[in-house]
């Protein structure tokens, strides 16, 4: 089996993602369930995919990009995605676990569903289930409760469907080994750097080249889109001097949080811990615990006996001080005890699990509520704090109406002697150095047109209203204008295809002959690594690449048969050593090794699994999927 890792090396790289399901039910009572729906899409052995469970589908996990990729998610990285391709196979994926799951008697009951919400935090309140928080999250969400049903049903049958098939398959002690043994060994390599840029010097092009390429890669030109937007800015701070709190608040906060204010009472201690000997017997610990009480005759000699007998190697060099502690920060089974004992008391000893104690009450702080006078200033800054955001936007709404109103922001400001601030052009996904341009923002401005008020938005410190000034959409610039960039684009790429080829030729004279050689003749600087392990992910002066495509190398003296190629160079890559790997912290982390291995074994048997009942499946499309 360790030849079969060593040849399949970057497969053991894949991350193990095994997602966690969300169990829901609809509750009766809550929500609709919608009619029968036509208008089929497609079908998957007989069963159709109609456009609604497709739009919804869709609509779901175009909300979720959206939530992660904020005003980044644009045209161009939607159509990297794919969307609605993935969102059919999804679809189809669903349909036939339904299926499989039919002809071999997988249910999901509704005790199953009940017992698996009535554990999810989303939808509790107090740590029970709540029908109303759970209507309000899935009109967040724009599910209906059948919709969600069906959704969250179908991942639940998948995962019943993986436990039983999965659950035989385990990987063996034998296996584990050689996996650790696979990933511990260290391989040191050499690598011989050929740079692109030797090969643009020999690179000519002409101006049939350069049109055909510009109009053969046009998309990559492409600008982005680019707003500006015009704002003006209304600051809390400003707004501090206007909010009146007059005494009687003051007070009648205070009376009514007085709480708040309240000192609690605080014990300055020493301790003196003492440790049961390893086999020491109850009665000899409580003899040697009494003995040592009995070595303090008055308070003024525990500081001693502390620094003598205690066993906490925190307290033990300070004769056992502990400082001054409050009741909620000693444990519960000696807080009483050291809270209702007077000032120069010694208590002890007293037994806990880990073992006796011994406590000098040196002084009390009593409790004390600070006055009116003292925390007035606070409360006073609290009000104010509490007033402001609710002030704040009821300026702001009144000065919309205005700029409504007069006509625009731009009248309204010259009007009113107001600044206004407009942002040079910007791509969404990346925002001038403003912190008042929140991505909160941004995407309200995307859905604006060019010269249209947004809606009032709170930012840090602050209230903006804007307007978008400007919305520059993607274009295509003509050559005339990106012609250096296309010759430096095209010079790169077929230099980057001549490196390829002398690449190739060099391989071939170092496998042959003394390869120092061979790389000195052509000019190629080479250098050997430091030792590396398979689980390691950088090492000093190699790129990313030739670590991965090093990875799978099996045997000293194997060289990459095909060079690696980055950004700016092509590499030769020779494995020259193999160190053994250290057998020593194996048993330690053998079982989570074995638990990590079986599950990776798990999904790709299940990968497996579906791919061959997705090959077998009847699929008929009959109408071609949306388009973004």
Known sequence: MLDFLRQRAGSWLVKIILGAIIIVFVFWGVGTFRTGQKNILAEVNGQPITFTEFQVFYNQRLNQLRSLFGPQLNDELLKKLQLPAQVFEDLVRRKLMFQVAKEMGITVTTKELQIAISQIPTFQTNGRFDPRKYQLVLRELRLTPKEFED?????FIEAKIKSLLLTPIVATSEETKEWYIFQNEKLKILWAKLPISTCEKEVKINEKEIKSYYEANKERYKTKLKIALTYYFLPFKSLEKEIKITDKDLKNYYEAHKKEYTLPEERKLRHIFIARKKGESEEDFLKRAQEIRAKIKAPKDFAKVAAKYSDDPHTKDKGGELGWVKANEISQNLREVIFTAKEGEIIGPLRTPSGYHIFLIEKIKPAK???????????????????????????????????????????????????????PLFSPDSPPPDNHITNDVISAALKLSEGELGPIMEVPEGILIFKLTKKEPPRIPPLEKIKDKVVRDLK????????????????????????????KKYGLTFKESEFFTREDTEILGVPPQVLREAKTLANPGQWLDTPVLTGDAIYLVKLLEIKPADMTKFEEEKKLLQDLLTRQKREEAFNDWYKNLREKAEIKLYHELPKI
């Open 369 to 423: 509520t600070k006055s009116f006078e003292e925390v007035k200033e606070e409360i006073r800054k609290k009000l104010i704090e509490t007033k402001l955001k609710s002030y704040a936007w009821d300026r702001a709404e009144k000065i919309y109406d205005k700029i409504v109103l007069v006509g625009g922001l731009k009248p309204w400001a010259q009007k009113e002697n107001k600044t206004l601030v407009t942002t």
């Open 492 to 519: 790169h790429e077929k230099a980057q295809e001549l490196c390829a080829e002398k690449a190739k030729h060099i391989l071939e004279e170092a496998k042959k002959g003394n390869y120092q050689k061979v790389f």
């Open 151 to 155: 959704l969250i049903k179908s991942e």
